[in-house]
């Protein structure tokens, strides 16, 4: 079937340290994103990519990082730069045309936590 | 700017009953609308989505209303059960990019025995 995946689900973070979350589509999706969630807020777009090579900054892309050197894959590398990653984060991909490719996908999320 | 604010922020109902969340929006221009359902720990997985030229959309227990005049759509819960417990998010798209989405901070639905 095809989906998101992402990994891993749980992901603990020394301070300094950097982690990367992995994001995986087979959707054919052009555009991928990613989004944190701290508790009782909106989705906060981090880093967003409309084609392979490209991406741009979101809203909050300070101590972020990505890649998109193929479609299917959008990886995001939580840097030591950032000071505050404990949080839920979540990828999406959205492809465009006619339903359902119009559709906007979400993977199951990758909850970071400092320790 | 653009936002989409949501109320009420949470609600508790009781197993059986009816409820309808609201959603209004400030995004322009418009491209669509949708409501998500997520799970806590999970990921938000789709409901509906509609249109400008969309009105009403169902799905199963779930139908979405918007008026595009006003800026506003409402998520309607029919004979709600246990399950429907979750975070209900309206995501509106459009605005300088329609790559990019807009999210309302979400409605905390709590239904009870």
């Known amino acids: 079937d095809g989906g998101i995946t992402q990994s891993p689900k749980y992901l603990f973070r020394k301070e300094g340290q950097n982690v990367t979350l992995s994001c995986e589509q087979n959707?054919?999706?052009?555009?991928m994103y990613w989004y944190r969630q701290d508790p009782g807020q909106g989705l906060r777009l981090i880093y967003y990519s409309q084609i392979v090579n490209d991406f741009q900054k979101g809203d909050i892309a300070e101590g972020y990082s990505v890649s998109r050197e193929k479609k299917e894959s959008f990886p995001l590398t939580v840097t030591s730069a950032q000071k505050n990653p404990t949080a839920f984060y979540l990828c999406?991909?959205?492809?465009?045309?006619?339903?359902?490719?119009?559709?906007?996908?979400f993977g199951s999320g990758t909850r970071l936590t400092v320790v | 700017k653009n936002q989409v604010e949501q109320s009420p922020q949470s609600l508790i109902i009781l197993e059986g009953k009816n409820c309808t969340l609201q959603?209004?929006?400030?995004?322009?221009?418009?491209?669509?609308l949708r409501w998500y359902k997520q799970d806590t720990g999970r990921g938000p997985v789709s409901l509906t989505i509609?249109?400008?030229?969309?009105n009403t959309k169902s799905n199963g227990r779930y139908t979405a209303t918007l008026d595009a005049d006003t800026k506003q759509s409402s998520l309607h819960i029919t004979a709600s059960q246990l399950s429907d417990s979750a975070s209900y998010i309206c995501?509106?798209?459009?605005?300088?990019?329609?790559?990019?989405?807009?999210f309302g901070s979400g409605t905390r639905l709590l239904v009870r025995p």
């Open positions: 509609m249109t400008f030229s969309e």
């Open positions: 999406a991909s959205m492809g465009t045309g006619q339903e359902p490719n119009y559709g906007y996908t």
């Open positions: 995501v509106v798209s459009g605005g300088d990019s329609s790559y990019k989405l807009i």
């Open positions: 959707l054919n999706h052009d555009a």
């Open positions: 959603c209004n929006y400030t995004v322009s221009p418009f491209s669509n």
